[in-house]
């Protein structure tokens, strides 16, 4: 199995900042896309910013401009710097990862237990 472990996340002020870190762990052979998502109380979870082995991002655009999704391939480890934090951005964000394991043909999706961002005055 993969472990996500996720940290960075507290309560800051609006127009704050926060930065996320995701790090994987377990008998990975590799990981291709690499995913933060958000749920907000009563909201449907929502994909927030995405990157491919690659580096090429995607980001939902209420996020764009402000939040940077980046990867370190070497530690496994996925970060979403967050910048000028809006209320809105109050969620628990949770990091998920497409990763095949050692001795596996196949690719799965795996998920963090999630990390909460309260952005409020």
């Known amino acids: 199995q993969v472990q996500l472990v996720e940290s960075g996340g507290g309560s800051v002020q609006p127009g704050g900042s926060l930065r996320l870190s995701c790090a994987a762990s377990g008998s990975i052979f590799g990981i291709s896309d690499m995913r933060w998502y958000r749920q907000a109380p009563g909201k449907q979870r929502e994909l927030v910013a995405s990157i491919t082995s690659g580096g090429s991002t995607n980001y939902v655009d209420s996020v764009k401009g402000r939040f940077t999704i980046s990867r370190d391939n070497t530690k496994n480890t996925m970060y979403l710097q967050m910048n000028s934090l809006k209320l809105e951005d109050t969620a628990v964000y949770y990091c998920?990862?497409?990763?095949?394991?050692?001795?596996?043909?196949?690719?799965?999706?795996?998920w963090g237990q999630g990390t909460q961002v309260t952005v409020s005055s």
């Open positions: 998920n990862v497409v990763a095949r394991l050692s001795g596996s043909r196949w690719w799965n999706d795996y």
